[in-house]
C-alpha cells in the first residue's frame, strides 16, 4: 500500500536520534517549559524572520490564543474560509467569536481576496486567511484591506511552515502567525504541538502568560489565563526536525513537480496553481477531477491511498448548522469539495511510489 502519511518512515531513518533526545530530555529534570522550548521558540522565530515564538499545545490553541491575544471575543466576527481543517473555526468559536465565511479561488483553493472587504462590517475584529495545503495567501492586497478597515490578521500557517510570499515567511504578515505541528505537518512533532509568532513584544508577553495561567511568576495570575504548553520533548524533537525541514521541503517540491509535469492533460485533471510570487511547501497535493470518487476507488483498488482535504466544508457541517449557512452561499467552495483528491506526498516518498501513482491515474483515465 502507498500511504498518503506515515510517521514511522521518519522514525524508521532517525531512530537513533529520536531515541537519543527522549533519553537526553528524561534524563535532563526538566520536562517543561525549559531549555528545549526556549531553545525551539528562538529558533522557529527566527526561522520565520521575527523575534518571537510561544510555544503551545496545538496550532488550534495557537490560533485561540492569538485571538484571545488580540481581544477578539464575544461579538466580534472573524472573516475566513471555508475549505479549511475545522480547528481554524473551533479556535474562533473558543475564543466566543462568530466565524464569516468568503469564497476562495478556485484554482488556488485559497481566500479570494476579491471577496474580503465587502465581507467586513462594523463587528469584524480579524481575518484569518488559511495558507491551505502549503500555499500562501495572497497577503499584500489582504494586508493593505486589514489595513484600511483597522482589523487584526492571524494567519493560519498550520499547513505552511517554511512557505514564502514575495520572498517572506508565512506567519510574519499578520499580527499574529499561527503554526501547527501535528505529527503530519511540514514541520511535524510525535505528537501534539504547535506555536504562536509575532514581531509585536506586547503580544509576545500576553501570548506567554495566556498559555501559562496568566502567571508572569509562580503561583501569581496577572490576567485569567489557560493551560497550553509545549512540552519539552516534543520542542527536543522539533529542534532536531527544524534542521532538516529546508530539505524536507525541497523533496516535496520534487514530488509536486513531477506530479504536475505528469499528470497536467491527463483526462481532466487540473494540477493545482502555484503562483509566481509565491513558495509552497507542498503539505499536501492536491488536484481536481469531474471523476474524483471513480478515480479515488480505483487507486485504492490498486493500493494507491488518496485523501479528500475535506469532504465538507465546515460551513455545511452539522456542528456548525447553527451559523445558518446553506448549500450554495459559497459556489467555489462547494463546487471544489466535489472535485479534490489529495495524492501522496511527504519527503520520504520513494520516487518509484511517486512513478505507480501517476501510472495508476493514468490507467484510470485510459
Ligand atoms: C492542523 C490544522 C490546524 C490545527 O492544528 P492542531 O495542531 O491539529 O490543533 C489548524 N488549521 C489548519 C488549516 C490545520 O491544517
Avoid at 509536486?256 to 494540477?271: M, N, R, T
Avoid at 456542528?319 to 459559497?330: A, I, Q, V
Amino acid at each position: 500500500m502507498i500511504n498518503t502519511w506515515s510517521y514511522l518512515a521518519d522514525y524508521e531513518s532517525n531512530r537513533d536520534d529520536i531515541l537519543g533526545i527522549v533519553d537526553k530530555v528524561f534524563s535532563s529534570g526538566k520536562l517543561i517549559l525549559g531549555d528545549e522550548v526556549s531553545g525551539f521558540e528562538k529558533n522557529f522565530s527566527s526561522f520565520c524572520g521575527l523575534p518571537c515564538g510561544v510555544g503551545v499545545n496545538s496550532g488550534t490553541d495557537a490560533l485561540f490564543l492569538a485571538l484571545k491575544a488580540l481581544g477578539i471575543g464575544h461579538g466580534d466576527e472573524v472573516v475566513t474560509v471555508a475549505n479549511t481543517a475545522v480547528p481554524t473555526v473551533a479556535a474562533i468559536r473558543a475564543a466566543g467569536a462568530t466565524p464569516v465565511f468568503v469564497d476562495v479561488e478556485e484554482d488556488s483553493f485559497l481566500i479570494d481576496v476579491a471577496n474580503v472587504e465587502s465581507a467586513i462590517s462594523v463587528k469584524t475584529g480579524c481575518i484569518i486567511p488559511v495558507h491551505l495545503f502549503g500555499q500562501p495567501a495572497d497577503m499584500a492586497p489582504l494586508m493593505q484591506i486589514a489595513a484600511a478597515k483597522g482589523v487584526k490578521v492571524v494567519e493560519d500557517c498550520a499547513q505552511a511552515a517554511g512557505a514564502m510570499y514575495r520572498g517572506k515567511a508565512v506567519g510574519s504578515f499578520g499580527d499574529i502567525g499561527a503554526f501547527s505541528f501535528y505529527p503530519t505537518k511540514v514541520l511535524g512533532a510525535y505528537g501534539d504541538a504547535g506555536m504562536a509568532v509575532t514581531a509585536d513584544g506586547d503580544i509576545c508577553a500576553k501570548l506567554k502568560r495566556l498559555r501559562f495561567y496568566g502567571m508572569e511568576s509562580a503561583y501569581y495570575s496577572e490576567e485569567e489565563g489557560y493551560n497550553s504548553r509545549l512540552d519539552e520533548l516534543h520542542a527536543a524533537i522539533l529542534n532536531f526536525r527544524l534542521k532538516t525541514l529546508g530539505d524536507a521541503i525541497r523533496k516535496r517540491r520534487e514530488i509536486a513537480d513531477y506530479y504536475s509535469e505528469s499528470l497536467a492533460g491527463v483526462g481532466d485533471i487540473d494540477v493545482p496553481a502555484v503562483k509566481t510570487d509565491r513558495s509552497h511547501s507542498f503539505y499536501a497535493y492536491t488536484i481536481r477531477t469531474g471523476r474524483r470518487d471513480d478515480l479515488m476507488r480505483y487507486l485504492k483498488e490498486h493500493g494507491i491511498e488518496s485523501r479528500i482535504n475535506y469532504p465538507s466544508p465546515v460551513h455545511l457541517m452539522r456542528g456548525y448548522h447553527f451559523l445558518g449557512y446553506k448549500p450554495g452561499d459559497l459556489p467555489v467552495t462547494e463546487r471544489l469539495a466535489g472535485r479534490i483528491l489529495s495524492l501522496p506526498i511527504f519527503p520520504e516518498l520513494p520516487e518509484e511510489s511517486a512513478r505507480e501513482v501517476v501510472a495508476g491515474i493514468r490507467d484510470f483515465f485510459e
